[in-house]
């Protein structure tokens, strides 16, 4: 069985030299995936760099704790605070959530974005009261959902395109050239997702984020020659979550997480 690898970038949308970092390597090959951000500054800027770059998947990166809700703030009480921003209490309410949730992935579809899959910002899919909303609109919209292997539904297993290796690690630290190398020696038969998280540090990004060099650095990474090179070798096939559902069945397979990088 062949080798299948989904390349994604988070925290497109972020900022403009996020959005511009990630369409760099997507066009050098590399990265094939990427997951917006609808509720950041960044995001008209992602949807007319991605205009452009039609061959790179798009799924909705879920967010609770970053920029402004989509939804009214009286629609979602336990999301936000008396100032009607993300509270980041994590008292959310599964009905909120999904309120917020229905709202962003209406924004993404509404910019013309066909979306891929659905994944979420700081793994808090993690929390049965965005897991389940989460679950719910991926298989009402037929949809991907990112597995990480912490999830506390259990049917999210058995739910179409998800991958039977998650890679979570970050490749900006002094090793991170050698890991990233060696988590593509270990891609196995069947399909698999890694994720990373290129950018260019601009004026916007500090204002939103305290990854800020390190998006450069794990960049430069990615941009590796060598890194090209060793997926080639290892005759690994890069694709993006449109392509997983069409592969196989997937409902008895297990994960295995590598890694447990809080992010």
């Not at 972020?14 to 090959?29: E, Y």
């Not at 270990?186 to 998006?215: A, F, M, N, Q």
Request: charge should be neutral.
């Amino acid at each position: 069985m062949a080798k299948y690898l989904i390349i994604n970038a988070d925290d497109f949308g972020l900022a403009p030299g996020v959005n511009q970092a990630i369409i760099d390597l997507h066009q050098a090959g590399v990265v094939t995936s990427t997951s917006l951000m609808v509720t950041m500054p960044g995001f008209k800027d992602a949807v007319k760099r991605v205009r452009h770059a039609p061959t790179l998947g798009v799924g909705l990166h879920f967010n609770l704790s970053e920029g402004v809700p989509i939804a009214p703030a009286n629609w979602i009480p336990s999301l936000v605070d008396h100032k009607g921003e993300f509270s980041n209490n994590l008292g959310w309410d599964e009905s909120d959530v999904m309120t917020e949730l229905k709202a962003q992935m209406q924004r993404l579809q509404s910019a013309g974005i066909n979306p891929t899959h659905i994944d979420s910002h700081g793994f808090i899919q993690k929390r049965m009261a965005v897991c389940r909303p989460m679950l719910i609109l991926a298989r009402t919209l037929n949809l991907p959902m990112r597995r990480t292997g912490w999830e506390p539904v259990a049917r999210i297993n058995s739910h179409p395109g998800v991958v039977d290796k998650f890679y979570s690690n970050v490749y900006f630290e002094g090793n991170g050239k050698s890991l990233l190398l060696d988590n593509l020696h270990s891609v196995p038969d069947g399909t698999s997702e890694l994720i990373c998280h290129p950018g260019y540090v601009d004026e916007h990004l500090p204002k939103v984020s305290t990854w800020t060099k390190v998006r450069e650095i794990e960049g430069r990474v990615l941009a590796d020659p060598e890194v090209l090179q060793t997926i080639r070798a290892l005759k690994i096939r890069l694709i993006n979550y449109s392509q997983v559902k069409y592969l196989s069945d997937f409902s008895d397979r297990r994960i295995n997480v590598i890694s447990t990088s809080k992010l």
